[in-house]
């Protein structure tokens, strides 16, 4: 199993992006696919993007589509968010996730019964306006 490690978050402006990175330990991460997750002081943990083991292929929430890109580089074990056009709606901590499986990322905000393998410690993205 990995260890996932965010960093990057911090105060930033609106209109303004961020680039993400989750670091992950162990000789598996090409074995996991990997998703971003962010929640918002009083709201559930929702679901953003992810992207396979080979990182072939990404998949987006429709909220953010457009503004997100996910990428990963698995000679680094390391996954990357990067987000433009912040408003202060984008305030929240921010997550990784790895699952053997896509699927469990990306249907995890609506099927409560689903279980992320490995949790990051989130990183503080705080928007201004």
């Known amino acids: 199993q990995v260890q996932l490690v965010e960093s990057g978050g911090g105060l930033v402006q609106a209109g303004g992006s961020l680039r993400l990175s989750c670091a992950a330990s162990?000789?598996?991460?090409?074995?996991?696919?990997m998703g971003w997750f962010r929640q918002a002081p009083g709201k559930e943990r929702e679901f953003i993007g992810a992207?396979?083991?080979?990182?072939?292929?990404?998949y987006y929430a429709y909220s953010v589509k457009g503004r997100i890109t996910i990428s990963r580089d698995n000679a680094k074990n390391t996954v990357y968010l990067k987000m433009n056009s912040l408003t202060p709606e984008d305030t929240a901590v921010y997550y990784c996730?790895?699952?053997?499986?896509?699927?469990?990322?990306?249907?995890?905000?609506?099927?409560?019964?689903?279980?992320?393998?490995?949790w990051g410690q989130g990183t503080l993205v705080t928007v201004s306006s």
């Open positions: 162990g000789r598996t991460f090409s074995s996991y696919a």
């Open positions: 996730a790895a699952d053997p499986t896509l699927h469990t990322l990306v249907i995890f905000t609506t099927n409560k019964d689903t279980t992320v393998e490995v």
């Open positions: 992207i396979t083991r080979s990182g072939g292929s990404t």
